[in-house]
């Protein structure tokens, strides 16, 4: 079945640690997007490529980084820089742009710093 | 800047009873998405709603928008416990790649 996957589901980091969200789509879609939610919030976003080798900053772009080298793959690394990562990570995907379909999204990584 | 409100952030409602979610933008938009989320859970898509005036039904939910008061309802009739959950609407833009500017969410509590 077609999908998003991302992993860890639950990942824990060090105060000074780099880590990356893995998230692969087998949809075919064009765009990739990364969502932030915390606790009793809506989602803000992070970063999105509309194709490959392309991406672009979202509203809290600060202290995140992502790579766009497949069209399946979108990962997003959350660098010593993001002051406060705890959070739950949403990747999601559409087929094209502006083409009327809702997100499809990622079952989500929830990090956490100890 | 969009914004997208929504109220009530919290609604707790018995079984049986009818109530309503609205969700307002702040700029122009014909696109609007209604989502669902279980706790500890991802989004899971309701409606897509694309021109003025547009409804959709779906069970006991239904949904409508009107672009010209900037307006988007979630309807619940005759609720079930089975529909408690966080309900977020999100709005898109022409020109804005397909970003989604969310609400807060509206929590649903659906009491015995």
């Known amino acids: 079945d077609g999908g998003i996957t991302q992993s860890p589901k639950y990942l824990f980091r060090k105060e000074g640690q780099n880590v990356t969200l893995s998230c692969e789509q087998n949809?075919?879609?064009?765009?990739m997007y990364w969502y932030r939610q915390d606790p009793g919030q809506g989602l803000r976003l992070i970063y999105y490529?509309?194709?490959?080798?392309?991406?672009q900053k979202g509203d809290i772009a600060e202290g995140y980084s992502v790579s766009r080298e497949k069209k399946e793959s979108f990962p997003l690394t959350v660098t010593s820089a993001q002051k406060n990562p705890t959070a739950f990570y949403l990747c999601?995907?559409?087929?094209?742009?502006?083409?009327?379909?809702?997100?499809?999204f990622g079952s989500g990584t929830r990090l956490t710093v100890v | 800047e969009l914004k997208v409100e929504q109220n009530p952030l919290f609604l707790s409602m018995q079984e049986g009873k009818n109530y309503t979610i609205y969700c307002n933008y702040s700029?122009?938009?014909?696109?609007l998405y209604w989502y669902r989320q279980d706790p500890g859970k991802s989004l899971e898509s309701l409606f897509v709603?694309?021109?003025?005036?547009a409804v959709k039904q779906e069970g006991r939910l239904m949904a409508s928008l009107d672009t010209k008061a900037r307006l988007s309802t979630l309807h619940i009739t005759a609720a079930v416990h089975d529909l408690s959950a966080t309900y977020f609407c999100?709005?898109?833009?022409?020109?804005?790649?397909?970003?989604?500017?969310f609400g807060t969410g509206t929590r649903l509590q659906v009491t015995l």
């Open positions: 999601a995907s559409i087929p094209g742009l502006r083409a009327g379909y809702g997100y499809t």
């Open positions: 700029t122009t938009s014909d696109r």
């Open positions: 709603l694309l021109s003025n005036g």
């Open positions: 490529s509309q194709i490959v080798n392309d991406f």
């Open positions: 949809l075919n879609h064009d765009a």
């Open positions: 999100a709005v898109d833009i022409a020109g804005t790649a397909s970003k989604l500017t």
